[in-house]
Each structure stands twice: as structure tokens, then as C-alpha cells.
């Protein structure tokens, strides 16, 4: 059963959303060449402390880490590190963040330096994938409204969806019913309701969808190798329709 929240709770997600966005406002400068993830992720770890707010993440299922930080072909959960990053890589910083009790999650996808024109263009398909998915977060809605809207702009334009990893309600835990996958059939699944709150967050790959898992058991990669783009936003389903919270 999906969590409906009050307009007031909503209110409270928004707070940690405001911080959220400004960090990742903040780290389009921090990301350079010569940079290590290591480094972003004590920065960010920072910057939320500074604001009053903590790292969500960090010790949710033994995950050591403020960000997921993952580079080029790995698909989420990437571990900081001593990687220095260089111009050409990719790299999606995922965190969610708490501010009084209340969650807000959000991964952005970041270009190092000059990047090819082909990962270019599966950084813009991969965020307007995410917006098409977060227009169809409207009452009476289904999800599979949602997953459609996604898989059929992002194989259309020649990528392929991750299937293994897919959005989820929030509010005040990371992960609420219901889970949303980021592709399906229009008219299937849960009925989208006022007060619902959920992460949108495509995955698209430039070869295959597949993906496999490191040994440290979170790092998921594409089995072929292959780039991997994210873009989320935490929303609110509103009559008025769906307001993204971490905007």
C-alpha cells in the first residue's frame, strides 16, 4: 500500500529536496578533471552538515558511503573512491537526504571535462526520459503510464532501460511502496493518487540493459561494458499535478 502524505509532510520533503538540489547545484563546479569521488562525497557530506541536514544513505543496509558515486559503465550504487576523475568520464552522484526526519532523493548525471558526443546525447535522452516519466504522475494515473512513457522515448531513441533497479515511494524512508519501473504497459499497475511521493529515475544504457554486480555487492555495472546515464527527482503527486521536490 502506497503512503499518502499530507500537504504539510510534503512541505517538510520539501525542505530536505531544497537542500538536496542546492548540493547538486553546488557539485556541477566541485565535478573536474583530477577530482576524486572520494572527494565529492566528503564534500557533499559536508555541505549537508553545514545545513542541518544528514546523509540518509550512509549505514542503510551497511552502505559505508554519503553518495552513490558511479562512473562511466556502472548503472548506481558505485562506491567513493580514489578514482580521480578525468575528462571524458561520466558520473552519477546519487544521495538522499534527510532533514528532520523527512527524505528527499536525487541522482544527477555529470559530464568531466569534454565528453563524446555520443555520451552527450545519452546524458539528454536520459534526462528527458525522467521528465516524460514524472509528466505521467498525475491522478488516476497508472504506473505503467509512468515506465511507458519512459521506455518507449528511450528505445526509440536507441537505448535500452535497466530493468533491475527501478523507483520507489519516499517520505520518511528511502524505500516505500510503491516500486516503479521505468518501463511497462500504458493503463497497468498501481493508480496513481494525490499525496503520493516517489523517486523517478530512469537508467538508460548504451548497449545492453543487463547488468551484474561487483564483489563488494552493490556496484551494479552494465554486463557489456558500456556507458550508463541516471537522472532522478523525488515528486509529489498533486491535483494540480506532480511537483518535483528536489527541483
Not at 573512491?81 to 523527512?102: H, P, T
Request: negative net charge; glycine residues 10%.
Amino acid at each position: 500500500m502506497a503512503m499518502v502524505k499530507t500537504p504539510e509532510q510534503i512541505d517538510r520533503m520539501r525542505e530536505a529536496g531544497a537542500i538536496l538540489a542546492a548540493c547538486h547545484e553546488a557539485l556541477a563546479s566541485v565535478i573536474q578533471p583530477g577530482i576524486t569521488t572520494s572527494e565529492i562525497d566528503q564534500f557533499v557530506e559536508q555541505f549537508l552538515e553545514e545545513r542541518g541536514a544528514t546523509p540518509e544513505q550512509k549505514g542503510y543496509q551497511g552502505y559505508p558511503y554519503a553518495t552513490c558515486a558511479s562512473v562511466n559503465d556502472v548503472i548506481c550504487h558505485g562506491f567513493p573512491s580514489a578514482y580521480e576523475l578525468k575528462s571524458g568520464d561520466i558520473v552519477k552522484i546519487d544521495m538522499v537526504v534527510n532533514r528532520n526526519g523527512w527524505l528527499a532523493d536525487s541522482a544527477w548525471c555529470y559530464a568531466v571535462g569534454e565528453i563524446s558526443d555520443e555520451a552527450q546525447r545519452l546524458l539528454d535522452v536520459t534526462k528527458k526520459a525522467l521528465f516524460l516519466g514524472i509528466e505521467q504522475a498525475i491522478p488516476g494515473h497508472h504506473l505503467g503510464d509512468i515506465g511507458h512513457a519512459i521506455q518507449s522515448y528511450a528505445e526509440r531513441e536507441g537505448f535500452s532501460v535497466v530493468r533491475d533497479f527501478a523507483g520507489h515511494g519516499i517520505g520518511r524512508k528511502i524505500h516505500e511502496q510503491p516500486i516503479i519501473p521505468h518501463y511497462g504497459r500504458p493503463g497497468t499497475g498501481m493508480i496513481l493518487r494525490e499525496g503520493m511521493c516517489l523517486t523517478i529515475e530512469p537508467m538508460l544504457n548504451l548497449g545492453t540493459y543487463k547488468a551484474k554486480i561487483d564483489s563488494d555487492g552493490w556496484t551494479a555495472r552494465t554486463l557489456d561494458g558500456k556507458l550508463s546515464a541516471q537522472y532522478e527527482h523525488t515528486i509529489a503527486i498533486t491535483k494540480e499535478g506532480p511537483i518535483i521536490l528536489t527541483a
